[in-house]
């Protein structure tokens, strides 16, 4: 039987877990025998565990339109930098649409290249913005709050090894939650979010478990978004410097055009390397199985744990895309469904506390 500082629960028939933010460590005793858990303070950047009372949190649920726009809870993080750089993106795709349209498509002397070529750009630009939008409202994975009841420190303490006393779980110091294995505290989402890769404030968001995938979609769609109408802007100007600007008299004429169509490309050349750049670079984060944050502090993986406990880069692929392989994996419209043995652990840190360690009216 667990106890918690010597505190018997009210009815006297079980012992009640009840941490104390001014214990470092607590620990729950076993009088069977069996190892204690002890509940420590994770360290910040200093070193130093410091229990804070929790701050207000950068964000905002509501679930409106949930079946429409397959989330279940839309998150919002309230945050001037990053809100500004997600209004950005859509600018720089709004002045792709006016260029293209204006300057390249409407103006161009063929039929088939005007069809074609709206239809494509349009497809991947909107699949583009679509896996934005849930880049931005999708909940990253973040962790409860108040998540130390007796249930998830039992399921969240590691099993102890031979001749080990204790099982230790750790407490964040900035939210006071129990920390899963592999979870980091964002200190602008001010949560801490399960596998967090990195805080983007091109999504405004957290790329953690539950949104990569998304965010996987936005680089790509992004990165093929702009090559394409790099193709696009050069194959007009080839035309229009062949014909000397009499194929493209129904558009802006030079200079003005010139202008445009250099702007674009040398915003779609800079803007498509960088989103092929990280999205490699968030695939090879997922077939090795560790996140950025994990590569900073040199954290390594062993192979068995790789990809979610399945060791092989399908297994991983699986755990970010969904489970099993299909054209969904390219969706932003589908949530994945994650792997048997993801979607257990998920369940095991996703419970709410029945006790509840401060006053988080304003949490």
Request: glycine content about 8%; hydrophobic content about 40%.
């Amino acid at each position: 039987m667990l106890q918690s500082a010597d505190r018997p629960a009210a009815d006297g028939s079980a012992t009640a877990i009840v941490p104390l933010p001014d214990e470092l460590p607590l620990e729950l005793q076993s009088h069977s025998g069996e190892p204690q858990i002890v509940v420590k303070m994770a360290s910040g950047r200093s070193g130093v565990a410091h229990l804070q009372q929790p701050p207000r949190t950068a964000r905002l649920c509501w679930q409106p339109c949930s079946r429409l726009c397959g989330i279940q809870q839309f998150w919002f993080v309230q945050d001037a930098c990053g809100i500004t750089c997600a209004a950005f993106t859509w600018l720089l795709l709004l002045f792709a649409e006016a260029v293209l349209l204006f300057v390249v498509l409407i103006p161009a002397p063929s039929l088939a290249f005007k069809i074609v070529g709206a239809i494509v750009y349009h497809c991947l630009a909107f699949m583009a913005g679509c896996s934005h939008v849930r880049a931005v409202l999708t909940d990253p994975g973040t962790v409860p709050l108040n998540n130390d009841t007796k249930e998830n420190l039992l399921r969240l303490a590691p099993a102890a090894g031979d001749g080990q006393q204790e099982r230790v779980v750790y407490r964040c110091p900035r939210c006071s939650c129990i920390k899963p294995e592999r979870a980091h505290h964002c200190s602008i989402c001010r949560r801490c979010v399960r596998r967090m890769d990195h805080h983007c404030p091109w999504v405004n968001n957290c790329v953690g478990e539950g949104n990569q995938k998304f965010f996987i979609l936005f680089t790509g769609y992004i990165a093929l978004t702009s090559f394409f109408a790099i193709y696009l802007c050069i194959h007009e100007f080839i035309i229009c410097i062949g014909t000397e600007w009499q194929a493209c008299q129904n558009g802006p004429q030079p200079p003005v055009s010139t202008l445009l169509l250099f702007a674009l490309v040398i915003t779609g050349l800079v803007f498509g390397l960088f989103t092929v750049v990280m999205a490699c670079s968030q695939l090879v984060s997922i077939v090795s199985d560790t996140t950025g944050i994990e590569q900073i502090k040199g954290e390594r993986r062993g192979d068995a744990e790789a990809g979610g406990g399945g060791g092989s880069r399908l297994s991983g692929l699986q755990r970010v895309f969904g489970s099993p392989p299909s054209w969904r994996w390219l969706s932003p419209f589908h949530s994945p469904k994650p792997p048997a043995e993801q979607q257990q652990q998920q369940q095991l840190t996703s419970q709410p506390a029945a006790v509840n360690n401060f006053d988080n009216d304003n949490v």
